[in-house]
């Protein structure tokens, strides 16, 4: 859980290292975001608004909570399954806040000379979040303004269009 001042306790930082590694899915050969040490730049980039502090915030918050994690002695010894189903319950749970933070990791990532070139989307079947299910009533015009569920997808501040 964040300290008070909301800045990322110790616990947080780890929890997010293996949170970063299952949003970016890589090659074996690839290292992911948490092992790449790119926490800091997430961080960096997200203390730059205060909507995207406050769902990073929101995301640590609701992964120290997790109940799996509390009954096995950790994140950590979480299983990488229960560690994905954890993520994708807090997706559900906190869609808005899971789009943003996701955005800024997919940013920091593909940003990173160390990585490879950025998707042209993230429609592959091995993204595992960010799957998002359109409204059937939207047209077209509102499905390229990133309009879901009734409200416009929030980007993270830097990104390009087109690019979440």
């Given amino acids: 859980m964040p300290n008070h001042d909301g800045s990322l306790s110790d616990a947080d930082r780890l929890r997010l290292v ?12 690839v290292p992911g975001p948490g092992t790449l040490g790119l926490l800091g730049a997430v961080e960096a980039r997200a203390v730059r608004d205060k ?7 929101r995301i640590v918050e609701a ?4 109940l799996t994690a509390h009954a096995v002695g950790g994140y950590s010894a979480m ?3 229960e560690r994905i189903d954890s993520l994708l319950n807090i997706e559900r749970t906190l869609p808005d806040e899971f789009t943003i933070v996701l955005n800024i990791v997919r940013d920091v990532y593909y940003e990173d000379s160390r990585t490879p070139p950025r998707p042209q989307n993230f429609e592959s079947e091995n993204e595992i979040f960010g799957k998002v299910s359109w409204k059937p009533d ?7 303004r990133g309009h879901v569920h009734g409200r416009a997808v929030l980007r ?3 990104s390009k269009r087109g690019q979440s």
Avoid: F, K, Y
């Fill in 51 to 57: 909507l995207t502090l406050s769902a990073l915030l």
């Fill in 138 to 144: 939207l047209n077209e015009s509102q499905r390229a």
């Fill in 156 to 158: 993270s501040p830097g």
């Fill in 79 to 81: 299983t990488e399954r």
């Fill in 18 to 29: 293996h949170a970063l590694n299952l949003m970016i899915p890589v090659e074996e050969s």
């Fill in 63 to 66: 992964m120290s909570l997790d």
